[in-house]
């Protein structure tokens, strides 16, 4: 069964450009996430499975496919504390299979890369981009998932091939400049 935890999603200012201020300091946070000027948000939503869904969408007029910045949590329990970190970056690889799995089963004309080991601000974690059809609309996007703890954070950005390609891009640097809460104080 899935826990709660704690997590913030923080929205840049966008006139300064600093780093806004949260509700809670940044040791009780599990990750933050600057989202992208023009995306609104965050729209939550809890997972029966336990999970918790945060959610960034890009600001488009009516009709259109819009830009999706997702961030999806599972907290698993002990199954994964003490991973040791010669197994965490298979783990993920797997936990992106699967979650890769679930986009695969909604889309026609599905393709995707492999796993692809990569970091997220500093821990080890997976990436895969994909493409396919939904209603009709040539999609693509982009997954990474990264352990920490007994928690398995899903990153997601997804929009309409034919939508700008800045709008994905900005959604991907705003997950690859993720700030995760490792246990340690940083």
């Known amino acids: 069964m899935y826990r709660s935890f704690t997590c913030f999603i923080v929205l840049a200012a966008l006139l300064t450009g600093a780093p806004p201020a949260t509700s809670a300091s940044d040791d009780e946070a599990l990750?933050?996430?600057?989202?992208?000027?023009?995306?609104?948000?965050?729209?939550?939503?809890?997972?029966?499975?336990?999970?918790?869904?945060l959610a960034y969408l890009k600001d488009r007029p009516v009709?259109?496919?819009?830009?999706?910045?997702?961030?999806?949590?599972?907290?698993?329990?002990?199954?994964?504390?003490?991973?040791?970190?010669?197994?965490?970056e298979a783990a993920t690889a797997r936990y992106l299979l699967?979650?890769?799995?679930?986009?695969?089963?909604?889309?026609?004309a599905?393709?995707?890369?492999?796993?692809?080991?990569?970091?997220?601000?500093?821990l080890p974690a997976a990436k895969a981009t994909w493409?396919?059809?939904?209603?009709g609309i040539d999609v693509h996007g982009v997954m990474y998932v990264v352990i920490i703890g007994t928690t398995i954070?899903?990153?997601?950005?997804q929009d309409?091939?034919?939508?700008?390609?800045?709008?994905?891009?900005?959604?991907?640097?705003?997950?690859e400049h993720v700030r995760l809460d490792r246990g340690d104080g940083r």
């Open 31 to 53: 990750f933050v996430v600057m989202a992208p000027e023009g995306f609104d948000g965050p729209i939550r939503r809890s997972l029966e499975s336990g999970g918790q869904v």
């Open 98 to 108: 699967q979650f890769l799995e679930g986009i695969a089963r909604s889309r026609e």
């Open 131 to 135: 493409s396919g059809r939904a209603h």
């Open 110 to 122: 599905y393709t995707q890369t492999s796993p692809e080991a990569t970091t997220l601000d500093g």
């Open 63 to 88: 009709g259109q496919v819009r830009t999706l910045l997702q961030v999806s949590t599972y907290d698993v329990g002990e199954r994964l504390r003490g991973l040791p970190e010669s197994r965490r």
């Open 160 to 175: 309409a091939v034919s939508a700008p390609a800045s709008d994905m891009r900005d959604a991907v640097q705003a997950i």
């Open 153 to 157: 954070l899903q990153f997601h950005t």
